[in-house]
């Protein structure tokens, strides 16, 4: 079945640094959604594409559908603090719009 | 505008009890979804609502029911519980016509000893 990829698995990061992280999937998604996951709390909405190709930014956030459908980059810019946390990629299973699977996760944790 | 809401947020259950959990979508969204998500995993689509009725299931075992109000918000039952039902229960709501954005409730975490 479908499977989403997701690297890397974890990072540290040092406030001002620039972060990238990917999803891949042996199909095809015709939509990415990437959410953000703090301790104890739901998956928050980051960014949401729609098209193949399609490149969209939110503040520091931006993220680009892959033009093979199968894949999905997230980069974060100047990275701060609160940037902690774990980042799902996630797509609509098969033919179903409503069944979204995710990602195991890429934890984002701040270097010692 | 209000965000999904969900309740209890926390609970504790013993084996073999049923539990009902309960979700207030996004205002002006008329579809609810449910997952759940273990401990270090990303979340796993339960069922989705819409027009009161179950449209979409994932591979949950029929003790997972549910149920969505005229108002929109919903509920989720658990029968029979056991131990690996422990984890965070997500309701996500989202408008039909565009049923793949869907937005996030803050979850309810249940404990079954």
């Known amino acids: 079945g479908q499977q989403l990829n997701q690297s890397p698995q974890s990072m540290f990061i040092q406030e001002g640094e620039d972060v990238s992280m990917n999803c891949t999937s042996s199909?095809?998604?015709?939509?990415w959604l990437w959410y953000k996951q703090d301790p104890g709390e739901g998956p928050v909405l980051l960014i949401a594409?729609?098209?193949?190709?399609e490149l969209t930014s939110n503040g520091r956030l931006t993220a680009q559908f892959g033009i093979t459908r199968k894949d999905s980059f997230l980069n974060i810019s100047a990275s701060i603090p609160s940037d902690v946390g774990i980042y799902f990629c996630?797509?609509?299973?098969?033919?179903?719009?409503?069944?979204?699977?995710f990602g195991k996760g890429t934890k984002l944790s701040v270097k010692p | 505008d209000a965000g999904v809401t969900q309740s209890p947020t926390h609970l504790i259950k013993t084996r073999g009890q049923q539990v009902t959990l309960r979700c207030s979508p996004k205002?002006?969204?008329?579809?609810v979804s449910w997952y759940q998500q273990a401990l270090g995993q990303g979340p796993q689509f339960i069922f989705q609502?819409?027009?009161?009725?179950?449209?979409q299931r994932g591979n949950f075992p029929d003790r997972f029911s549910g149920h969505q109000f005229p108002n929109y918000s919903s509920e989720l039952n658990v029968n029979a519980l056991l131990l690996g039902d422990s984890a965070l229960y997500l309701c996500?709501?989202?408008?039909?016509?565009?049923?793949?954005?869907?937005?996030f409730g803050p979850g309810t975490r249940l404990l079954v000893l």
């Open positions: 996500a709501s989202s408008f039909q016509v565009s049923q793949e954005t869907q937005y």
């Open positions: 199909s095809i998604f015709n939509t």
């Open positions: 594409l729609y098209k193949a190709g």
């Open positions: 996630a797509g609509p299973y098969g033919g179903s719009q409503g069944n979204l699977i």
């Open positions: 205002s002006g969204h008329d579809t």
């Open positions: 609502y819409y027009e009161e009725e179950e449209r």
